[in-house]
């Protein structure tokens, strides 16, 4: 007798995945396909209209070519997922650069940002310094994108937290999920990073799937928040390789906190990235 139940399991999610990924790629493409063939019939000696369709099929080329970027993207960290990182990332450090990059965004979308941070050199963190960067990009943008004009998104570090500090509760008001519990095998210290944003905010039934692959709230599907729906699984895939924690915090106009932690290492400021 052999137990199949994790293989049949693991095929089902792979057939998934492949149904999701080509159901994501095939509308764009179908809208595509749609406007060529607009502009080769009657649009075609049309220039507004040419140029609005122009316009058009590249935004959907440009969602392709995001959609295909995290797919490789998460390909690549499964595929590496059970090889725990050794080097050090001063969390502070990183954070700074990313907000550094993000800044033309940041200014495009008229949101302010907030920090809160450690000293650099007080969190350092055992990881891989291009994945934690992926981290925090995924995780700041996206809310950048649900605070919305005006809004505020505050960033904070902290360092030397156990888990039950890392996801304290901040608003009593809110619905608090864990998304990822780290390796109870690390009896340390975790460094901490937290993302909230003065958005819309979410009701508790939608918090158990927000890290399934291509999964959107519904009425969160288009316009300016469209996405791909793989930032949050490939952030949960890279914090589980580096043995961390992630919890979300959110309640119905109130905002939504997103709480990522790593373990500490037992090195100095001078050894991280």
């Known amino acids: 007798m052999r137990d199949e139940t994790d ?3 693991n095929e089902r999610m792979r057939a998934d995945f492949l149904a999701n990924a080509s159901h994501e790629l095939r509308t764009p493409l179908a809208s595509l396909t749609g406007f060529i063939e607009t502009l080769r019939g009657h649009a075609k000696e049309d220039p507004g209209a040419r140029d609005r369709f122009l316009a058009i099929m590249g935004a959907q080329a440009e969602r392709m070519a995001r959609l295909i970027d995290d797919l490789m993207s998460l390909s690549r960290i499964e595929l590496n997922e059970h090889i725990a990182p050794s080097g050090a990332v001063d969390l502070t450090v990183a954070i700074n650069d990313v907000l550094d990059a993000l800044g033309p965004l940041v200014a495009d979308r008229g949101v302010r940002i907030e920090t809160r941070l450690v000293p650099p050199g007080a969190a350092i963190v055992v990881g891989d310094r291009d994945q934690i960067i992926q981290v925090i990009q995924n995780l700041v943008d996206n809310a950048i994108k649900y605070a919305g004009a005006d ?3 505050t ?16 608003n009593p008001n809110s619905a608090r999920l864990s998304l990822l519990n780290p390796d109870r095998a690390h009896d340390g210290r975790y460094a901490s990073l937290s993302i909230s944003d003065t958005g819309p905010g ?27 729906g793989l930032g949050l699984a490939i952030v949960k895939h890279i914090i589980n390789r580096h043995r961390g924690g992630l919890s979300v915090e959110s309640a119905a106009g109130e905002g939504s906190v997103f709480t990522a932690y790593f373990p500490m290492a037992p090195t100095t ?4 990235l």
């Open 7 to 9: 293989a049949r399991r």
């Open 151 to 153: 809004g505020t998104v």
């Open 155 to 170: 960033v904070e570090a902290a360092a030397n937290l156990t888990v039950e500090a890392a996801i304290a509760p901040r």
């Open 202 to 228: 979410m009701e508790r039934e939608y918090l158990p799937r927000l890290s399934e692959r291509f999964y959107r709230i519904e009425g969160q599907k288009s316009g300016e928040r469209a996405g791909t």
């Open 269 to 272: 400021s001078q050894d991280a």
